[in-house]
């Protein structure tokens, strides 16, 4: 008896075995149909831009290579982004998104010019982030950046030195950012990297020159400064020369 009950139990493993695998089979098939479906029937009909100021949404989408009926599950948004931020250089940031059942929203950030920094023909504007933007006839009113020499500047490339002006590159960076955190950046005239300790600025039309060493605490030297400039002890006729160089503190030596 206990040998039928055995031989009769064999049956129900194999139904067991043959129901999971017709339920994998389904899985399968179900999800097979839906990527069908979609590849069938979302097809790309509108194509919105958003965030744009410098470039037309005509520019963004012809530049994008997305065309109405392309399928909206089957572009390769990453390759999409790279190609945008390479051939428009103003823009720095880009998002694609799918808007079931027939839009492509394409969102981008751009990034203004900050600086320009000259290669001895021509000026190159460039953002905050050392990426260049345009080569131009002039600096084109933002802050011109001297004794730097760029490396085969190119639209869209960073900014490339050479290995002895390292450390200015570095700080030039680190001085935008905190020109910009305070509301400086529009206020510099000019900045020089060309010595190996110092970096000299002007500002507001040659009111004051700035002195600063090239490698310090920046955040902690433009607080303080950021501070003396908004303090009611500054006279609108004051000028001179305000020394960043002191270890605790900003001295404004006149003229």
Not at 37 to 56: D, L, M, P, S, W
Not at 209 to 230: H, S, T
């Amino acid at each position: 008896m206990a040998r039928q009950r055995r031989h009769k139990s064999k049956p129900r493993r194999s139904r067991g075995r043959f129901a999971r695998v017709y339920q994998l089979l389904s899985a399968v098939l179900i999800v097979a149909a839906v990527i069908a479906g979609c590849i069938v029937f979302f097809k790309v009909q509108t194509i919105e831009v958003a965030g744009n100021h410098r470039y037309t949404a005509e520019e963004i989408i012809a530049v994008s290579g997305i065309q109405v009926e392309d399928n909206l599950y089957t572009m390769n948004k990453f390759d999409i982004r790279a190609q945008v931020l390479r051939e428009l250089p103003y823009i720095q940031d880009m998002t694609i998104r799918r808007r079931l059942p027939d839009t492509i929203v394409i969102t981008v950030e751009e990034s203004p010019a900050v600086a320009a920094v000259s290669d001895g023909e021509r000026w190159w504007l460039m953002n905050w982030e050392g990426k260049l933007l345009e080569p131009t006839e002039d600096a084109g009113g933002v802050m011109e950046v001297r004794g730097l020499v760029p490396l085969v500047p190119n639209a869209g490339g960073i900014l490339a030195v050479d290995e002895s002006q390292k450390l200015q590159y570095q700080a030039l960076l680190k001085i935008i950012a905190q020109l910009e955190a305070h509301g400086l950046l529009a206020r510099i005239n000019w900045m020089d990297l060309s010595s190996e300790t110092l970096v000299t600025m002007e500002m507001d039309g040659g009111r004051f020159r700035v002195e600063v060493p090239l490698v310090c605490d920046f955040g902690q030297k433009f607080r303080v400064w950021a501070g003396a400039l908004a303090s009611d002890r500054l006279a609108p006729e004051d000028t001179g020369l305000w020394d960043l160089t002191l270890s605790d503190s900003v001295n404004l030596v006149p003229w």
